[in-house]
């Protein structure tokens, strides 16, 4: 009776390590599943945040370019207004001087006059004076040069007194020339014989 009761001690034994071997691996086999269960959810998770973040970024862009839009149309009517405030501006210096031309680097030239043309060469200013008429004449003339506000920046003058530019002759007068108040936009000429 000894053996059996051996036997069966080693039975129940066998018995007691199989049931714990047998519940370690149900805990290992739900332990899985839980695992399985959460990446499952968690890949959802990130799927659903990436497709989330795509349509944050498709508003963010369509937001962007509608604004985009709206500073590109205020700056085309801020421009239209400008030109409209700027030849508002030349016609009424336009009005105020007679014969209002714009300044460029270079020549410069005069409509219907004796007085032909200018140059400018760093403080130097040539005058082209030139009679096409038939009698001599004494110019007396000034010219003002206007800034970008219709300020007057400098002006050039000369008089003929002792002296007269006779017919089909052409003289230069040349002088020097500062500008006070920033670079000329447009320039007058007065004058007389």
């Given at each position: 009776?000894?053996?059996?009761?051996?036997?069966?001690?080693?039975?129940?034994?066998?018995?007691?390590?199989?049931?714990?071997?047998?519940?370690?691996?149900?805990?290992?086999?739900?332990?899985?599943?839980?695992?399985?269960?959460?990446?499952?959810?968690?890949?959802?998770?990130?799927?659903?945040?990436?497709?989330?973040?795509?349509?944050?970024?498709?508003?963010?862009?369509?937001e962007a370019?509608?604004?985009?839009?709206?500073?590109?149309?205020?700056?085309?009517?801020?421009?239209?207004?400008?030109?409209?405030?700027?030849?508002?501006?030349?016609?009424?210096?336009?009005?105020?001087?007679?014969?209002?031309?714009?300044?460029?680097?270079?020549?410069?030239?005069?409509?219907?006059?004796?007085?032909?043309?200018?140059?400018?060469?760093?403080?130097?200013?040539?005058?082209?004076?030139?009679?096409?008429?038939?009698?001599?004449?004494?110019?007396?003339?000034?010219?003002?040069?206007?800034?970008?506000?219709?300020?007057?920046?400098?002006?050039?003058?000369?008089v003929y007194?002792?002296?007269?530019?006779?017919?089909?002759?052409?003289?230069?007068?040349?002088?020097?020339?500062?500008?006070?108040?920033?670079?000329p936009v447009?320039?007058?000429?007065?004058?007389?014989?």
């Amino acid at each position: 009776m000894k053996r059996q009761h051996i036997y069966l001690g080693i039975i129940f034994i066998l018995f007691i390590i199989l049931s714990a071997v047998i519940y370690d691996r149900v805990q290992l086999a739900e332990e899985l599943n839980n695992i399985k269960e959460n990446l499952g959810r968690l890949k959802m998770e990130g799927e659903q945040k990436l497709i989330d973040a795509e349509r944050v970024y498709q508003t963010k862009i369509q937001e962007a370019t509608v604004l985009a839009d709206a500073k590109i149309k205020e700056a085309e009517n801020f421009k239209v207004k400008y030109e409209k405030l700027l030849a508002r501006e030349e016609k009424k210096l336009e009005n105020y001087y007679g014969n209002l031309l714009k300044y460029k680097y270079g020549d410069n030239y005069f409509n219907n006059s004796a007085i032909k043309r200018f140059r400018i060469d760093g403080d130097m200013i040539y005058v082209t004076i030139q009679n096409d008429g038939s009698k001599a004449i004494k110019p007396d003339f000034t010219i003002y040069f206007l800034n970008e506000n219709g300020f007057i920046t400098a002006t050039y003058s000369d008089v003929y007194i002792f002296s007269s530019v006779l017919p089909g002759e052409t003289r230069i007068s040349d002088g020097r020339i500062h500008f006070r108040y920033g670079t000329p936009v447009y320039y007058s000429l007065d004058e007389s014989y």
